[in-house]
């Protein structure tokens, strides 16, 4: 069996389980393991790397340890982990006076990275289920959705290796469930909440993701679809405090969840700040006038 | 200690602008805010106190203006890198509070953002362990993880040394 | 007139390059000491092993070989097949028994007399920390 | 033993103010090969070369060494002064006692030791000498150029007009290469057509000019002087001979406006017969074999439209490949360039709205032959916003250029300045990073297209977005140091000029190098920009960098006069220091072969040796380094003579 050391990030685990929860269900309905790890934060660029680059390095290697000795490369569901870990990783990859820095501090808890193991993004994985996916779908959800990949996944492209200016991957995944990816202004753009701004900047992070939402309320969207944690915590949280737009959130797990025929409750839908209500409305009708 | 501005400006190849401004135009902070990117790289080069800018720390390290760069200016890596010195030479952003907060709960948790007594009930609700499994699990694991960030800079300048 | 003990190097030029530099360095009247002797050849890549083991047997202290800068060779690439010579030679002498700092590639061009100038004393004063070649302590004996 | 006379230079004091002179003649004199040794005031001077002369004939010398100055100053003088003494002028050598002596060094007494050390190296030297002689080849009288753009029809004009005959191979059905596009041309605005058409038209009429169109050079071999060219004539499918050129057949053509035409940068249609514009040289018509109905299925209706309607039965559908050969003396490339592709840039969105175009594509536009008949029209309207991008794809090191294309800022200035003359209500925005105006008008027009009310805002753009069916530029300012957008209804890319692949199998042809922006590699950047390192082969127009048309004609007659230089010769004499393979002890193993950057060895398949190529062999002497078993023999530069001289200095 395929199999994966499961990196859920602070968020997914401590603000949004559900991220946890749909993550978990859709790995095991497509047969893909997950071992867990005594992961720390990964830890964020925002505020680690900026404040003290070394010391973001060194926990970050300290993550990529942990499944090393069994072989098993990280998976995130966060951009924002992915990230810090591609970039440490690489960083570590290409600079071994770096990777003797971080060993010697690691040493100190008697622990090592050789750089075997690399994080890898859930997306990176699901790429190869298209088959096993559409063949669990059981609902078609027929949605209009606005996917917003998040930067960390996609840049640098020196580093990430991904086409960052003409992305396709999610529009062919959320068509697998039946959705519609809706092309928007600037669709590409920044949610407003990394590099520390949205704990340092709020103000200006309001008003890059209050621009971004008002073009996805343009395009009509039934929803928005995210494959970061991070950027779901900034679409859920801020349309709250802005009250301009009242999008629904989903990760693209718990997307994948409902397609699968899980109930919202158990994708934890009802804990997001943005109701999903409405959202559930019509998938229910949906599902009545399938059967 | 780290790297000097120009240290920062040869790594992050900062003498090869043109100053053309793709930088800025693409940058989705600037619209929102006085963040000039290509101002920052030439601060940087003509010797300016660009590590006292407030800008500095309105850029949500999004790499579009890395990406755009048509001369492989590493500008985010330099904005990161120039944040660095900043706070070496005690230039905190405004808010200094919340990375203080967050170097703590990082310290005690092992998370920057730990679990609340309201999302646990969730987690249980929906058939997650009510905490998840990570290096606070283990109380030996997170004490060693401490020791770790004993010796970083990173809990100095988070206050807690 | 001090009797201290000076190293005797040779040194290979190729024409266009460096040659010329050492020629620019001559017009500029920029001094360097005066232990070097120059074989003027078309290309450093003209320059073989035999040849520079010669020059150590013969009691040279030091080989220098001078060429273009890379992309500047007058014949193309002849340049580049100096260097991977020279670097495979500098691990042969060291079986020898000679210290590789003794064999010396530098790029310079015909403008940059100066720098031949800078690289004389340099060299000069590398190889006199060096003393003597110890091939040449052998060659004595075996004569 | 040799017989060798040396001759010592005070040059004036500089030399012998540091060196002792008397002291070298005392020492140089002991040498027993040494039957004539002397100092004088000037060597160079008149008498000074007369003393050699004299002392050549009176002692019977067989070599001479002048210990002076550098080789590289008079050594040709020198050279000059043993020939006239009936010495061949290869068993002459000059010891350098100035540059790399008496103006270096400070101490008199160690300088006059060096010198003495430095002429007896060269005493050893020169009693190895050995003439040689210099191989005469005669020359081929006529040249071939590569690529029928402005360059090569210049270059081919002026070699033909100075008697010269001349083969013009060019890939495309008609020469004129990317001036033909154009309307106009900065800064004069004349236009393009009536000043290239009757350069075109005298190519096709000069008796001294074969030209070759829809060609291609498939071989060349030997050298300078002396190469021999086959070239590749692709099948036209219509009769040269016959073809009057009247065009009945593009018009009653089946698939007559449904091809999109290469020359209108596919905004125009033509049909699978065709001209690729009306001023085309030669006018003759062409049948697209990947299009032809009748080519492709061998049917075409009922019968093939084409050949029904042209009266001198000139339509040849079983045409086939023909090839020629001939020798030629030179050559000259003048492949030209590419314009870069736009798509490379996906954040200016080429490929995702039509009223995105490229430099070029405006230039159609623009052309009364052009898809709009010179309207400017886009999607049938004629746009108001207009915004010039400046640097796409040049200046930019993320698609792997890093130069600047040198045209596109004037050309952008020439459009936006012919777009105002059309749309005298459009609103122009030039985005730009920094303004190049530096030929002779340049700056001046520069100045009057801001005067006729073009914007020129620095800051070039980061993106173009569609919304709305609408088009934005987004870009800061940098002046203001304010980002913004600006709304537009044509964007125009300054696409800049990159190598042309079509020119990457010639380069290969004749064994040239690119310099790293990848354009061809001239012999010297300022000294010899026509030049290349191979003999007899010559570079004009983009194809050696980016230019615009004035440098372009300037260095397509500089290239010319080098070939009449050539040409005009009877015979051109190669220098005879070259490598010469001992076939006797020569073990095949062809190590030589792989070092040779000019591919001058050939391998003797009955012999099972290895020969040199004397013509091609540059005499760098890379090969006899290498060469395990010591058979190849570097003249001039002899192995012997080499530790010889090394020996005398240790
Ligand atoms: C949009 C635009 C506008 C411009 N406007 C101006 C202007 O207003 N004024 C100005 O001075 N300059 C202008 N320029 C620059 C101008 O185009 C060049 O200076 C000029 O065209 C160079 O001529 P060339 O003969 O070197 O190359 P080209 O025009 O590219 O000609 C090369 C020829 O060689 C042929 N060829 C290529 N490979 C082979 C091969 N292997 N075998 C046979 N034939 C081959 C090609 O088919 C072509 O015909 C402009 C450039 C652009 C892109
Ligand atoms: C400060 C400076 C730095 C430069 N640096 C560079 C550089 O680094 N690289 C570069 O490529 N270019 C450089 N240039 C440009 C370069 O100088 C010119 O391109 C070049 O010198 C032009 O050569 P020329 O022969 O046309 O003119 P000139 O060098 O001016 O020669 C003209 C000659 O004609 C003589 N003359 C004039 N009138 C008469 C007459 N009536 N009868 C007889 N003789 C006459 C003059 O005495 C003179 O000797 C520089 C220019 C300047 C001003
Ligand atoms: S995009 Fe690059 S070259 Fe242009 S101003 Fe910004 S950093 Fe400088
Ligand atoms: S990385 Fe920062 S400066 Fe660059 S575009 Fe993004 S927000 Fe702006
Ligand atoms: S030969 Fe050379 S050194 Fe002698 S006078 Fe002439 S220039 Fe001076
Ligand atoms: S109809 Fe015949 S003669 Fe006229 S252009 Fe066509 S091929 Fe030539
Ligand atoms: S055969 Fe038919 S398709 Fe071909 S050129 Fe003639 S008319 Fe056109
Ligand atoms: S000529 Fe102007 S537009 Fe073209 S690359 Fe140079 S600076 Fe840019
Ligand atoms: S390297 Fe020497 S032995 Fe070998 S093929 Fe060439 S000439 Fe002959
Ligand atoms: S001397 Fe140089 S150019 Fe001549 S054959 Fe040998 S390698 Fe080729």
């Known amino acids: 069996m395929e199999e994966y050391a499961f990196f859920p990030g602070c968020i997914a685990k401590n603000v949004y389980p559900g991220i946890e929860k749909a993550t978990r269900i859709v790995f095991e309905k497509l047969g893909i393991g997950l071992r867990d790890y005594e992961y720390s934060c990964c830890p964020p660029p925002g505020v680690l790397a900026c404040y003290d680059k070394p010391s973001w390095l060194v926990m970050g290697a300290r993550n990529l340890s942990q499944s090393e000795k069994d072989g098993l490369n990280p998976m995130t569901v966060c951009s924002g982990c992915y990230g810090t870990l591609h970039n440490v990783w690489y960083a570590l990859k290409n600079d071994p006076d770096l990777m003797g820095f971080v060993n010697d501090h690691l040493g100190r808890i008697d622990a090592e990275y050789k750089g075997k193991v690399h994080p890898i993004h859930f997306v990176d994985i699901l790429k190869n289920y298209k088959e096993k996916i559409a063949e669990l779908k059981e609902i078609d959800l027929g949605l209009n959705v606005a996917v917003h990949y998040g930067c960390h996944y996609l840049k640098p492209s020196s580093v990430t290796g991904e086409n960052s200016e003409r992305p396709t991957l999610l529009d062919e995944l959320v068509g697998l469930a039946g959705c519609k990816a809706v092309p928007f202004k600037d669709g590409l753009t920044c949610c407003g909440a990394g590099g520390g701004v949205m704990s340092g900047e709020p103000d200006v992070s309001l008003k890059i993701i209050n621009t971004k939402l008002n073009n996805m309320k343009d395009a009509n969207v039934d929803a928005i679809v995210n494959i970061c944690s991070f950027c779901h915590m900034q679409f859920d949280q801020s349309q709250k405090k802005l009250k301009t737009t009242e999008i629904p959130v989903l990760h693209l797990n718990q997307l994948f969840g409902l397609a699968f025929g899980i109930r919202p409750k158990h994708l934890a839908l009802h804990t997001h700040l943005v109701s999903t209500r409405d959202l559930e409305k019509k998938l229910k009708d949906l599902k009545k006038g399938g059967e | ?161 | 007139m001090s009797d201290e003990w000076e190293p005797k190097i040779v040194g290979f030029l190729c024409n266009w390059c460096c040659y010329a530099g050492a020629d620019m360095a001559g017009t500029s009247r920029m001094h360097y000491p005066a232990n070097i002797r120059v074989i003027r050849v078309m290309c450093s890549s003209r320059i073989n092993a035999e040849m520079i083991i010669k020059a150590f047997q013969t009691g040279a202290d030091a080989v220098f070989i001078g060429g273009c800068h890379p992309g500047d060779c007058h014949y193309v690439d002849g340049n580049y097949r100096t260097k991977k010579r020279i670097d495979l030679l500098k691990r042969l002498i060291e079986h020898i028994g000679i210290e590789p700092e003794r064999l010396r590639l530098e790029w310079i061009s015909a403008a940059e007399g100066e720098e031949f100038a800078k690289t004389m004393k340099e060299l000069r004063d590398d190889i006199k920390k060096l003393g003597p070649s110890p091939l040449r302590e052998i060659a004595r004996e075996a004569i | 033993m040799k017989r060798i006379g040396v001759f010592i230079c005070h040059c004036g004091v500089n030399i012998s103010n540091t060196v002792d002179v008397k002291k070298v003649v005392e020492e140089i004199s002991k040498i027993p090969s040494v039957v004539a040794c002397a100092d004088y005031q000037y060597m160079c001077s008149d008498p000074g070369q007369d003393m050699i002369k004299k002392a050549i004939k009176e002692n019977q010398l067989d070599s001479v060494v002048v210990a002076a100055c550098s080789p590289r100053m008079h050594e040709p003088t020198f050279r000059a002064t043993v020939s006239d003494a009936g010495m061949n002028p290869y068993c002459f050598e000059m010891s350098n006692i100035r540059e790399q002596c008496s103006w270096v060094h400070l101490d008199g007494e160690k300088a006059t030791k060096k010198a003495i050390d430095l002429v007896k190296s060269s005493v050893a030297r020169a009693s190895l000498l050995e003439p040689l002689v210099s191989q005469g080849v005669p020359v081929v009288p006529k040249a071939l150029v590569i690529g029928g753009g402005i360059a090569g029809i210049q270059t081919s004009l002026d070699i033909a007009n100075s008697g010269y005959k001349v083969y013009l191979v060019e890939k495309e059905p008609s020469i004129g290469g990317h001036m033909a596009r154009f309307d106009k041309t900065f800064p004069t605005l004349d236009c393009a057509a009536c000043i290239l058409t009757p350069k075109m038209v005298d190519v096709a009429r000069h008796p001294n000019i074969e030209l070759l169109t829809y060609s291609e050079v498939e071989s060349i071999d030997g050298s300078v002087g002396n190469f021999h060219v086959r070239v590749k004539k692709n099948p036209r499918y219509v009769d040269m001979e016959k073809c009057t050129g009247c065009g009945s057949c593009a018009e009653a053509c089946r698939l007559a406006g449904r091809i999109a035409s290469e020359f209108d940068m596919g905004l125009g249609k033509r049909g699978a017969i065709y001209v690729p514009f009306p001023q085309a040289v030669p006018l003759r018509y062409t049948i697209d074999p990947e299009k032809c109905l009748f080519l492709k299925h061998g049917k075409c209706g009922t019968s093939p439209k084409c050949a029904d309607v042209c009266t001198t039965d000139a339509i040849k559908f079983d045409d086939k490949p023909e090839f020629v050969e001939f020798d030629v003396g030179a050559i000259v490339v003048a492949t030209g360039f590419k314009e870069f592709s736009a798509e490379l840039k996906p954040e200016y969105c080429y490929d995702k709205y039509p009223n995105v175009m490229t430099g070029l594509e405006l230039e159609r536009i623009f052309a009364p032959s052009g898809p709009t008949g010179g309207k400017p029209k886009i999607n049938g309207k004629e746009p108001k916003r207009i915004v010039f991008i400046s640097c796409v794809g040049s200046r930019d090191k993320k698609v792997g250029n890093a130069y600047c294309s040198r045209v596109c800022c004037m050309y952008i200035a020439k459009q936006a300045h012919l777009l105002k003359e059309k749309i005298p209500d459009a609103d122009i925005t030039v985005m730009y990073t920094d303004m190049r105006a530096f030929g002779k008008g340049y700056e001046e027009f520069y100045e009057r297209v801001q005067k006729e009310g073009i914007k020129y805002r620095r800051g070039n753009a980061a993106e173009v977005y569609g919304q709305d069916g609408k088009l934005f530029v987004r870009a800061e300012d940098t002046l203001l140091g304010e980002p913004y957008e600006l709304e537009a209804d044509l964007v125009v890319l300054g696409t800049g000029l990159t190598p042309n692949p079509l020119a990457e199998g010639i380069g290969k042809l004749l064994h040239l190098s690119l310099s790293s922006d990848g354009f061809f590699l001239e012999a010297h950047p300022k000294l010899r920009p026509v030049d290349t390192v191979i003999d007899g082969v010559f570079l004009a127009g983009v194809a050696q960098g980016p230019k615009d048309i004035p440098d372009t004609v300037a260095q397509a007659s500089g290239a010319a006069s080098h070939v009449v230089n050539l040409l005009s010769k009877d015979e051109i004499f190669a220098e005879p220091t070259i490598a010469v393979v001992d076939e006797d002890a020569c073990v095949g193993c062809k190590t030589c072969m792989l070092l040779c950057p000019f591919e001058a060895h050939e391998f003797d398949e009955e012999k099972g040796v290895m020969k040199v190529n004397a013509a091609l062999c540059k005499g760098c002497g890379s090969c006899a380094a290498a060469c395990p078993s010591g058979s190849i023999r570097m003249n001039h530069f002899t192995n012997d003579q080499i530790i010889a001289q090394l020996l005398e200095v240790l």
């Open chain 2, 1 to 161: 200690m780290g790297k000097s501005v120009k240290e920062i400006l040869i790594d992050g190849n900062g003498y090869a602008c043109i100053q053309c401004g793709r930088c800025t135009g693409s940058c989705p902070s600037g619209r929102e805010c006085s963040l000039r990117t290509r101002k920052l790289i030439h601060m940087a080069r003509m010797g300016m106190d660009v590590i006292k800018t407030e800008e500095l720390w309105d850029c949500t390290t999004c790499f579009t203006c890395q990406e755009r760069c048509p001369k492989e200016v590493k500008t985010t890596d330099m904005i990161i890198e120039l944040r660095n010195l900043a706070v070496e030479e005690g230039y905190f952003p405004t808010m200094s509070d919340v990375p203080k907060i967050i170097i703590k709960s990082l310290y005690d948790t092992g998370a920057g953002q730990p679990l609340s007594p309201e999302v646990s009930k969730i987690r249980a609700i929906i058939g997650l362990k009510k905490e998840a499994y990570d290096v606070s699990t283990n109380a030996e694991t997170l004490k060693k993880f401490q020791r770790l960030l004993d010796g970083l800079e990173i809990t100095k300048k988070g206050g807690l040394r």
